[in-house]
T-cell receptor
Framework: AQKITQTQPGMFVQEKEAVTLDCTYD???????LFWYKQPSSGEMIFLIY??????QNATEGRYSLNFQKARKSANLVISASQLGDSAMYFC?????????????FGPGTRLSVLP | EPEVTQTPSHQVTQMGQEVILRCVPI?????FYWYRQILGQKVEFLVS????????KSEIFDDQFSVERPDGSNFTLKIRSTKLEDSAMYFC?????????????FGAGTRLSVL
């Protein structure tokens, strides 16, 4: 079974500073994908970034980067130059290929608050 | 940019009533999903759907739940007889493939309130 752990229920960061949101995972799959989603107060789930288990380079998407450490089974999200609009819940999720590997397993989320 | 759309955004119903939540997935996607998020909790998988049949479902998805693709664009989740504990945000998602790398794009959700 797959499991995602996010140990930070809440985080604060000053505007324009960088912040790291932690995510560790557990899986027996050899091939899997790791994802981060943002959920603002309006409720929608916005895809941010993807990392494949066999990707040699850490994923980056604009201000978002994923610090992937496969041996430690961690996939931390780094947000550089935080903006007030970054205040939201952030969910780490993974998707394996056992069975049909279709569904996501989500972590409990981290609430990020960006301070002016 | 193509997106997944869900209607209604908020549905209020009485316990025991049937509800149908509607979703229009991204047009060239073939795989469809429903997830549930009880207030303040994590997102939970309900069901996945491909080629007009359920391909995987969780233990949450019991006989009270059903999914359907009634036409070429809509994907619906029906709850036959709602219970108080069905109150949650329901997300529809779609993806273009089954590989681990295929991103699932989520709709904005339908908030279901069962009174």
């Amino acid at each position: 079974a797959q499991k995602i752990t996010q140990t930070q229920p809440g985080m604060f960061v000053q505007e324009k500073e960088a912040v790291t949101l932690d995510c560790t995972y557990d899986t027996s799959d050899q091939s899997y994908g790791l994802f981060w989603y943002k959920q603002p107060s309006s409720g929608e789930m916005i895809f941010l970034i993807y990392q494949g288990s066999y990707d040699e380079q850490n994923a980056t998407e604009g201000r978002y980067s994923l610090n992937f450490q496969k041996a430690r089974k961690s996939a931390n999200l780094v947000i550089s130059a935080s903006q007030l609009g970054d205040s939201a819940m952030y969910f780490c999720a993974m998707r394996g290929i056992d069975n049909y590997g279709q569904n996501f397993v989500f972590g409990p989320g981290t609430r990020l608050s960006v301070l002016p | 940019e193509p997106e997944v759309t869900q209607t209604p955004s908020h549905q209020v119903t009485q316990m025991g009533q049937e509800v149908i939540l509607r979703c229009v997935p991204i047009s060239n996607h073939l795989y469809f999903y429903w997830y549930r998020q009880i207030l303040g909790q994590k997102v939970e998988f309900l069901v996945s759907f491909y080629n007009n049949e359920i391909s995987e479902k969780s233990e949450i998805f019991d006989d009270q739940f059903s999914v359907e693709r009634p036409d070429g664009s809509n994907f619906t989740l029906k709850i036959r007889s709602t219970k108080l504990e069905d109150s949650a945000m329901y997300f529809c998602a779609s993806s273009g493939g089954l590989l681990a790398k295929n991103i699932q794009y989520f709709g904005a959700g339908t908030r279901l309130s069962v009174l």
